[in-house]
C-alpha cells in the first residue's frame, strides 16, 4: 500500500510567496527559492508552487522564477499558473517541474488536459479546482472573475479525470488561512467521484487536521500552505505525529518521534536533565 503524503503549497503573488486568506488577502512571506529550499529540507514529501498572478495578468508562467526555485528542490514539484498551451508545459519541464498544475485552462481549455496527457502522460497533469460553498451546494470558483460556476466541484473532478487528468488538487475557498480543519464533506465528495489521487487543501491549523482527513477520507495527500511557513521545524513536527496514526514519509535526520507535544501539538520543553545532557557531551578522563 502506498503511504500517504504530506504536500506543501507555496501560492505566489508577483513573484513573492504569500499567506492567503479567503482568496482576498494576500500576506507577503518571501522568495519561492528559499521557501522551497526550506521546505525540502525539513522533509516535505511535494510542493505545489501556484503563480496566481499569472492569468490575472495575462502572462506565461514565470521560467525564470519557476528556474530558481527548482535548483533548490529535490521533491516533485507542481508549478500552476499561466499555463494556456502544451508549449508552456514542455518549457515548464525544461525548468525542472515534474507536474503541472491546470485550474483556469482546466475550466475554459478542457481540451488542453487531454493534448498535455497524451503528450506528457496523465500523470504529470493535476487539475486544480477551487470550491466554495453556496446556497446550490458546493460550486467550482473562479478565482479570476470571483464567482462561482454552476458546475460541481466533485462532477468538475470526474469531467477532468474523464478528459485525462492524473490527480486531483481541490482546495476549499471557504476555509483558506481559516485554520478551521479541512471540509470533510467537500473532500469526501470528490474522493468518491474520482479514482485518481487527490490531495486535499484548504483550512489546515495543524497535524490533528492532517490526521483526521487522511484517515476519515481516501485522500492520497493533505496539503498545507500557511501553517507551514512560520515555523522552522512544522514539516517534521507534523509528521512525528502522524506517523502515530497514518503511514507517512520521515527520512529526516530530525524526526521529533520521541517529542513530548501538547494539545495543540506545539512541542514541550523538555526537562532541565536532558537538556543539560543534549548540550554537553561529557569525556571521562582517560585512565593509563
Not at 514565470?62 to 502544451?86: H, Q, S
Request: charged share 25%; with cysteine; aromatic share 8%.
Amino acid at each position: 500500500m502506498l503511504k500517504k503524503r504530506i504536500v506543501a503549497s507555496l501560492v505566489v503573488k508577483e513573484g513573492v510567496v504569500v499567506q492567503s486568506i479567503g482568496f482576498d488577502k494576500y500576506l507577503p512571506v518571501g522568495k519561492p527559492a528559499i521557501a522551497v529550499e526550506f521546505l525540502t529540507t525539513w522533509g516535505i514529501d511535494e510542493i505545489v508552487l501556484l503563480d496566481i498572478s499569472a492569468s490575472r495578468m495575462r502572462r506565461g508562467p514565470d521560467y525564470e522564477m519557476i528556474r530558481n526555485a527548482a535548483k533548490k528542490c529535490f521533491v516533485p514539484l507542481t508549478v500552476g499558473g499561466g499555463i494556456t498551451e502544451v508549449g508552456h508545459i514542455q518549457d515548464l519541464m525544461h525548468c525542472g517541474s515534474d507536474k503541472v498544475s491546470l485550474n483556469q485552462s482546466a475550466i475554459y481549455q478542457p481540451g488542453l488536459i487531454t493534448e498535455a496527457a497524451e503528450i506528457f502522460g496523465n500523470q504529470c497533469v493535476v487539475v486544480s479546482i477551487d470550491a466554495v460553498q453556496t446556497d446550490k451546494g458546493y460550486r467550482v470558483y473562479d478565482y479570476i472573475s470571483k464567482t462561482p460556476l454552476e458546475i460541481s466541484p466533485a462532477d468538475m473532478a470526474k469531467k477532468t479525470e474523464d478528459l485525462g487528468a492524473g490527480e486531483i488538487f481541490i482546495n476549499s475557498v471557504d476555509r483558506d488561512g481559516s485554520y478551521r480543519g479541512y471540509d470533510m464533506e467537500l473532500i469526501k465528495s470528490v474522493c468518491e467521484k474520482v479514482s485518481v489521487p487527490v490531495i486535499a487543501c484548504g483550512g489546515a491549523k495543524n497535524a490533528g487536521d492532517m490526521i483526521k482527513i487522511l484517515k476519515d477520507t481516501n485522500i492520497s495527500a493533505a496539503c498545507a500552505g500557511n501553517f507551514f511557513h512560520f515555523t522552522e521545524h512544522s514539516v517534521n513536527t507534523s509528521k512525528a505525529n502522524i506517523i502515530k496514526q497514518v503511514d507517512v514519509r520521515l527520512e529526516t535526520f530530525a524526526d521529533y518521534t520521541d517529542t513530548d507535544f501538547d494539545q495543540d501539538l506545539r512541542i514541550r520543553k523538555k526537562s532541565d536533565k536532558v537538556l543539560e545532557e543534549m548540550l554537553y557531551i561529557r569525556i571521562e578522563k582517560e585512565v593509563i
